[in-house]
């Protein structure tokens, strides 16, 4: 088991970083700041942010927040005007919690994990990164992406 933090990067999720540092590196150059488990969030219309979990935020400080709780696909009334992007820095402790859960549609969620870990009173941060996330997680999302990569003139 992981003894030190560590980072966890999904596969659809795709991030370009512009003319700045990767979302990752973003995460982790807070996390040795902050020592505090950590979450790329991502700003979305309102509209659009019933596909992904969302953070309820406190705290703001510049683009990183205290993350107060966790609402997965929020039908409606998100929390905030943040999706939590596929890329995290995390602490041991979180295979604890992972191990309490039950599977939710055969998987095992991340997101109750972290939800339970705010409700033992884990703090639990969130970072407005810089870039670009684009979304692989659908055909629909991964095509969007091809032609939006595909498009692009310069190389990654």
Same mark, same amino acid.
């Given at each position: 088991?992981? @003894?030190?933090?560590?980072?966890?990067?999904?596969?659809?999720?795709?991030?370009?970083?512009?003319?700045?540092?990767?979302?990752? +590196? $973003?995460?982790? !150059?807070?996390?040795?700041?902050? $020592?505090?488990?950590?979450?790329?969030?991502?700003?979305?219309?309102? *509209?659009?942010?019933?596909?992904?979990?969302?953070?309820?935020?406190?705290?703001?400080?510049? !683009?990183?927040?205290?993350?107060?709780?966790?609402? +997965?696909?929020?039908? @409606?009334?998100?929390?905030?005007?943040?999706?939590?992007? %596929?890329?995290?820095?995390?602490?041991?402790?979180?295979?604890?919690?992972?191990?309490? +859960?039950?599977?939710?549609?055969?998987?095992?969620?991340?997101?109750?994990?972290? $939800?339970?870990?705010? *409700?033992?009173?884990?703090?639990?941060?969130?970072?407005?990164?810089? %870039?670009?996330?684009?979304?692989?997680?659908?055909?629909?999302?991964?095509? $969007?992406?091809?032609?939006?990569?595909?498009?692009?003139? *310069? *190389?990654?």
């Amino acid at each position: 088991m992981a @003894k030190k933090p560590f980072l966890v990067l999904f596969g659809d999720d795709v991030s370009l970083n512009g003319n700045g540092p990767l979302m990752a +590196e $973003q995460l982790v !150059r807070t996390f040795k700041k902050i $020592q505090k488990p950590l979450i790329c969030l991502y700003k979305k219309p309102k *509209k659009e942010l019933s596909s992904y979990g969302v953070p309820k935020i406190s705290g703001i400080n510049g !683009r990183l927040a205290k993350i107060t709780d966790i609402v +997965e696909k929020p039908e @409606k009334n998100p929390p905030s005007n943040f999706a939590l992007v %596929g890329k995290y820095v995390l602490t041991p402790e979180v295979f604890y919690y992972l191990r309490k +859960e039950a599977p939710h549609n055969g998987e095992i969620g991340l997101a109750f994990a972290l $939800q339970d870990m705010i *409700k033992d009173g884990k703090e639990i941060f969130g970072l407005e990164t810089d %870039g670009e996330w684009l979304e692989c997680g659908s055909k629909e999302k991964w095509i $969007q992406s091809f032609l939006y990569l595909a498009q692009m003139k *310069k *190389k990654i």
